[in-house]
T-cell receptor, first 111, second 112 residues
Framework: GQQVMQIPQYQHVQEGEDFTTYCNSS?????IQWYKQRPGGHPVFLIQ?????EVKKQKRLTFQFGEAKKNSSLHITATQTTDVGTYFC???????????FGSGTQLTVLP | DAGVTQSPTHLIKTRGQQVTLRCSPK?????VSWYQQALGQGPQFIFQ???????QRGNFPDRFSGHQFPNYSSELNVNALLLGDSALYLC???????????FGPGTRLTVL
């Protein structure tokens, strides 16, 4: 199936610094979703992007879908300790059944 | 409004044994998907159930089977457990054809 690659695998930032994680695919994506998983928790849906060049914001989080629909990014401005966790991108299959997850970026925020 | 619930929370089994994990979907949801998440990796799709039938299956062997009941709850069964089956098993519910899947807290399975 279509794989999504995610970088970096780990990111340590000082509280207040910005953070960005990237998701890339070799093929065109019909959609991209982003999830957050806190340590010891379960994935929680953040957002879905479907349009070329789409940009969506949720408070300090900015999500982008590339013009070619082959990449996406999640940017967090002025990180807080509550942002700690692993951020996953995922592609929902055309039949809206199977989610294919990237490997995730584990964010650590140092106080 | 209860979210997705899973039981048990933790489970320890030995190689060769069989295990059954349970999931109750979010109220109003009719579709249940199961995922396996190994340590440090993203969740891997096992299968999805709707109307008590398996709609789609990921790349998992036949040792993994499931069931959905008329009340939409679901079970995941794994036979002949291997050490490599140790993982967090996540259940996710949704409306059929819906884009958003709601994940439960998961069952942590350890195979010794």
């Amino acid at each position: 199936g279509q794989q999504v690659m995610q970088i970096p695998q780990y990111q340590h930032v000082q509280e207040g610094e910005d953070f960005t994680t990237y998701c890339n695919s070799s093929t065109t994506l019909s959609n991209i979703q982003w999830y957050k998983q806190r340590p010891g928790g379960h994935p929680v849906f953040l957002i879905q992007l479907v349009k070329s060049g789409e940009v969506k914001k949720q408070k300090r989080l900015t999500f982008q879908f590339g013009e070619a629909k082959k990449n996406s990014s999640l940017h967090i401005t002025a990180t807080q300790t509550t942002d700690v966790g692993t951020y996953f991108c995922a592609r929902l299959g055309s039949s809206a059944r199977q989610l294919t997850f990237g490997s995730g970026t584990q964010l650590t925020v140092l106080p | 409004d209860a979210g997705v619930t899973q039981s048990p929370t933790h489970l320890i089994k030995t190689r060769g044994q069989q295990v059954t994990l349970r999931c109750s979907p979010k109220s109003g949801h009719d579709t249940v998907s199961w995922y396996q998440q190994a340590l440090g990796q993203g969740p891997q799709f096992i299968f999805q159930y709707y109307e008590e039938e398996e709609r789609q299956r990921g790349n998992f062997p036949d040792r993994f089977s499931g069931h959905q009941f008329p009340n939409y709850s679901s079970e995941l069964n794994v036979n002949a457990l291997l050490l490599g089956d140790s993982a967090l098993y996540l259940c996710a519910s949704s409306l059929v054809g819906g884009n958003e899947q709601f994940f439960g807290p998961g069952t942590r399975l350890t195979v010794l």
